[in-house]
């Protein structure tokens, strides 16, 4: 009979009790159970007290406090000021540009903080819709979200499980928790408890809501539900985890600060000295003030970065990097450390036999994944298997105790069934084996289906002249129990057994999933096979190893990684040995320092911040432990990029810098918690969006040290002309018109700059960095002191040739946009020349600007309407002569400098 209704233990008594270190019996009693499961009256009481069994639906912000929320920045402020500002001089053009790019850029990050609930969403969807659950001593199907703790629930292949389950029964009960735990292969899964202390991944009779029942039957006590599962704490910390800002945005932010400081004195300073010291009337000097900010502002700025940004994604897109979130595009650019998943990141997430072991020798077996291509290797030089027996018959047994397959589907070769066993099928087939073909030779008559609790396979097969011959294959430590002879060049010998453990012990160092394979000749006229015919006097035939091989192109990426300056590490959930194996095949880490989760646990924050900075390989990591590691190097000061498909991955994927999700393999909780999702799941495609992510760094850099002079020119010649009480040589509404002249058109064309030749092999930027380095102040005071010296130069000897005021002030004008398009040329290349034979090449839009510029820039000379617009006059030729000459001096004076920058080496960028 199951219990009566009883007042049962608390959830936070429950949700604190260690259920996978008890036994069976000892978890139903705490839970005041039976494997008959609870009484219906029982059931409603205790879902009164612990609820439904579904995730807790956190909300945040309130839509239009999200909203709001963007337009809380200095830059944006300032921005709004220029759009008054503007709206007062009646220039509708510009005030409807600065509002337009404010309203865009903030609809983009309203739209990007959505991003937040999304995840949380679909970790919601991964609970199961529908449970088998044992009420009132029959088993009942019910909703899922009905569940509760001391509920039994029965579990079959195909099941997700509904909530986390102590197991109570299990037949051959495998089940994956790649998403949780990283480990690659279903989880083989039994009923003994196991170490308090314990790694998730090592739980093995524990079965974890939003999983995935694999293979086998079983049944287990429900001991958490909600928000107290195992994905329930994954959300939490997802809900708890904070967006960081991305370094632009950091930098941006500090640099509006100083340079919104810097304009506001400037005016102030401006108008004091006009009124004060050269007797301008107050009207006068409060519009140049006006003018001045206005000339100072760099209301193109917000546009351009968002533009050169979407560029970004475009380009990477084209390279299988999906970019999810703007900002992410120049964080690429510096990151520092990647962390990365190692199942179906870094590895194929494919199973391969890539060592067999005889009695005889050791041989190696080429080719990766399922496509069964590759050769067999002895010392270096191929062999032709039939020509060694002893392997032969070892990969023939693999192939007939085996209940996987291999097809040929749409071109891609595909597994059904174990990949495990899917390996030694692949492996056969290499070796010119054919599945149907030994089937039919060698038909099945019976079999022991493998199950966890004797950790093997056995089939009865028989030839068609009656002989009989049983293989069996399963752990190595149970199969050389059962085995008294081995096989040398064809003849039985007693088992030496330290032999077969040296081999044990070499493979599993090198990271190999090991398989032991046995044969035994079955009695004449057995049709049935039992326990006890393979309990003892079995042959050895030898061992099998296999990995999960790291993909090629991600040796090759981490090496490019390398090269660039970037550190890679490894986290993942597989058991230290194997993680050190794969790593140091694919270059990670030195090959001898390995960090597990007990021993990040067992670390405080000052301890893993240390840890961290010469160990690149982690192995047993929970959730947590993964979050740590990337909030640690954040701490050093690292900009961190984490990949991972799973579960387990979003919260570190939310929470660095960059999180890199993978497309096909990956769960929706990891594409939604990431900034970047790789369309082909290829850890190289990083490399890619890197190169892409430092390229668009470089152009907005380019478009900061193009912009930040030109205005600056614009600017200091208003202050100059008052400071020496001249007459204004550029109105208000003329320095708005080269403004939106030259900010839209010139300064966009930078976000089109291909990647300078030296882009990945150069280290990463300090993260500390400031985006406006001494070299780009002293580039910015030098073109800005050219641009104000031509600019007023061209007005005064205008005035002095006896041109009108109009004249003149049109002169100056022209002078100051060809100043402009002429030092676009030199801002294509920070350092680099930028010579005419390479001024336009890379680049069509570099030209097309400048011709629209000046065409531009001929209506508002000459056109009559422009004229009335913006008071301007005709130029003659001779003034034109001279304007180009004065504006090419800039373009000389620059390159020049670059030159010296280049022959001294300095530091500069």
Known sequence: MPPAVSEPRTVKEVSGIQFHALDSNEVLRTLETSPSGLASEEAAARAGRYGPNQLTLRRGRSPLQRLLQQFHNLLVYLLLGAAVITAMLQHWVDTGVIVGVVVVNALIGFIQEGKAEQALAAIRRLLSLKAVVWRDQRQVLIPAEQLVPGDVVMLQSGDRVP??????????????????????????????????????????????????????????????????????????????????????????????????????????????????????????????????????????????????????????????????????????????????????????????????????????????????????????????????????????????????????????????????????VVAARKAGFESVLESEIWPRTDVIPFESEHRFMATLNHDHAGHGMIYVKGAPERILEMCSRERINGVQQPLHIEYWHEKLRAMAGQGQRVLALACKPAQAGQRELRFGDVADGLTLLGLCGMVDPPREEAVRAVADCHAAGIRVQMITGDHAATALAIAGQIGIGDGKRVLTGAGIEAMDEAALAQAVAGIDVYARVSPEHKLRLVQALQNRGEIVAMTGDGVNDAPALKRADVGVAMGVSGTEVAKEAAEMVLADDNFASIVSAIEEGRTVYDNLRKTLLFIMPTNGGEAFTLVTAIALGLTLPILPVQILWVNMVTAVTLALALAFEPAEANVLRRPPRDPRAPIFSRYFLWRTVLVTALITAGTLGMFLWEQAQGASLEAARTAAVTTLVMFEAVYLLNSRRLLDAAWPQRAFSGNPYVALTIFLVVLLQLLYVYAPFMQTLFHSAPLGAEAWLRIMLIAFSVYVIVEFEKGIVRALKWQAV
């Open 163 to 424: 909530a986390d389950m102590r197991l109570l029964q299990v037949k051959n009960l495998r089940i994956e928790e790649a998403s949780l735990t990283g480990e690659s292969l279903p989880a083989e899964k039994d009923i003994e408890p196991v170490a308090l202390h314990a790694p998730l991944g090592d739980r093995t009779c524990m079965a974890y809501a939003g999983t995935l029942v694999r293979y086998g039957q079983g049944s287990g006590v429900v001991v958490a539900t909600g928000d107290h599962t195992e994905i329930g704490r994954i959300s939490e910390l997802l809900a708890e985890v904070e967006r960081i800002e991305t370094p632009l945005l950091r930098r941006i932010a500090g640099f509006s600060k100083g340079l919104s400081a810097a304009i506001v004195a400037l005016a102030v300073i401006t108008f004091f000295i006009g009124v004060r010291v050269r007797d301008y009337s107050a009207v006068d000097m409060f519009m140049a003030a006006v003018s001045l900010a206005v000339a100072a502002i760099p209301e193109g700025l917000p546009a351009i970065m968002t533009i050169t940004l979407a560029i970004g994604v475009q380009r990477m897109a084209r390279r299988n990097a999906i970019i999810r979130v703007l900002p992410a595009v120049e964080t690429l650019g510096s990151v520092t450390c990647i962390c990365s998943d190692k199942t179906g990141t870094l590895t194929r997430n494919e199973m391969t036999v890539q060592t067999v072991a005889t009695r005889a020798a050791l041989f190696q077996i080429g080719g990766v994944g399922y496509e069964p291509h590759g050769e067999f290797m002895l010392e270096g030089g191929h062999v032709n298997v039939p020509e060694h027996p002893a392997v032969a018959e070892l990969l023939r047994a693999g192939l007939l105790c085996n209940d996987a397959s291999l097809d040929l589907r749409d071109g891609q070769w595909r597994i059904t069934g174990d990949p495990t066993e899917a390996a030694l």
